[in-house]
């Protein structure tokens, strides 16, 4: 190890119960001089053996844990361990079963803090998003060829989150082969196209894979709107259930001109069956709400509003802000389908926000359903904060 960090009193609770993170204002000493990026040993204020990670001074997270079996040395076969483990979970609990893409590794929620990796057929798509995986970003690569055997990696980190970490990110790289300009998976017996050189987070929302089925089962004989719609996932599942329409909405020419190949990949007709608009999802809302259009299903699916703390006021105003237009939307007896992927905006937030909507819009709602996001992107119990996708499916009266 290369040094030592100290924690005051009362901040080796969250420790001792296996919490992955300790901030900077936990720590009182540093021993041994450890750089950025560096493992470290964790102990109390009595020196007494707590835990292992890897260390950043630039971060609000001082340390990331990797292990509390001090005999765990953080080395090659420790990498491996965790990323077979990881996949093995994926197994267990049949991910694979009717789908060619699957999140393999996420983060703090299968023990390996800051790295991300999804399967897209034979390709994997990579986040490296702290320092400390960054440090290990050689051997993890050879770890994932040889126990995966993709055709390629393509490095997607999010350049937000290596902001955070002090780091910086450049286009898309590739080891191995490059892929084509749009990989084909399949979910649920559906065709989507991902580009996985450009796009959004690692190239298709494979966090909302149930939810898409959830909402579809209410989608037969609707008029569907589907805000914030990037490729067009919901409208695709929404149509083969029996949705009459779908408009699909997002400020990417680029995203809706992949809806329609999607579209067509399925055998819908997008010049008839659905229409994609581009434009700020606010604005197109309200004009809607003022041309009296109205819809029997709307799906809000936006990109994260508060990605810190200081950003949580603002998100929560236009998390209402949508959910009011959306509801003057809605057809009697429309619904709406809602979602949140704010980490900081919890459960209880989201609801509270979505209820201060339904007041505003004079909207009677029925919540019928509570959504979350798919198994492969597991929750510790000691890590709530892995928690982060949160949905309601509500009833308009």
Not at 222 to 231: C, G, M, P, Q
Not at 276 to 301: C, K, P, T
């Amino acid at each position: 190890m290369s040094g030592v960090i100290k924690i005051g009193a009362g901040k080796d609770r969250p420790v001792r119960q296996h919490h992955p993170w300790i901030f900077s204002g936990a720590v009182i000493d540093t021993e041994g001089s450890p750089q950025p990026g560096d493992i470290v040993d964790v102990v109390d204020p009595h020196g007494e053996w707590l835990a292992r990670g890897y260390f950043n001074p630039r971060s609000q997270i001082v340390v990331r844990i990797l292990t509390w079996d001090r005999d765990e040395q953080i080395d090659r076969s420790f990498w491996a361990r965790r990323l077979v483990a990881a996949a093995a979970m994926r197994d267990a609990i049949g991910v694979s079963q009717g789908a060619t893409a699957w999140r393999l590794v996420f983060a703090e929620s299968d023990l390996l803090p800051g790295l991300i990796v999804d399967r897209y057929g034979d390709w994997l798509s990579v986040q490296y998003l702290t320092l400390g995986v960054e440090a290990q970003r050689g051997v993890l690569t050879e770890l994932m060829r040889e126990l995966w055997a993709p055709a390629g990696i393509v490095d997607r980190s999010d350049p937000v989150a290596r902001r955070q970490e002090g780091m910086t990110t450049g286009p898309a790289e590739v080891v191995g082969q490059q892929p084509p300009e749009e990989v084909e998976i399949s979910e649920d017996g559906l065709r989507f196209p991902v580009n996985l050189l450009g796009g959004q987070k690692t190239g298709f929302y494979l966090d909302q894979r149930l939810n898409r089925s959830i909402v579809a089962r209410h989608a037969a004989g609707r008029r569907v709107l589907n805000a914030f719609s990037f490729t067009g996932a919901f409208a695709v599942h929404a149509l083969r259930a029996g949705a009459v329409h779908v408009t699909n909405v997002d400020t990417s020419h680029d995203a809706l001109v992949g809806s329609e190949v999607a579209l067509r990949l399925n055998g819908f007709d997008p010049d008839v069956q659905a229409e994609a608009i581009v434009g700020d999802v606010f604005q197109v809302l309200r004009s809607y709400r003022d041309e009296g259009r109205q819809f029997d299903l709307v799906i809000l699916d936006p990109p994260k509003f508060a990605r810190s703390k200081a950003e949580l006021e603002p998100a929560t105003r236009g998390y209402k802000d949508i959910n009011l237009i959306a509801m003057k939307l809605l057809a009697p007896g429309g619904l709406l389908a809602t979602f949140s992927c704010s980490g900081l905006v919890t459960s209880d937030l989201f609801q509270k926000i979505v209820f201060g909507a339904s007041v505003d819009a004079g909207r009677t709602m029925q919540v019928v359903a509570r959504m979350t996001q798919a198994p492969d992107h597991p929750v510790l119990l000691t890590f709530p904060e892995g928690e982060y996708l949160k949905g309601l499916l509500a009833r308009a009266a």
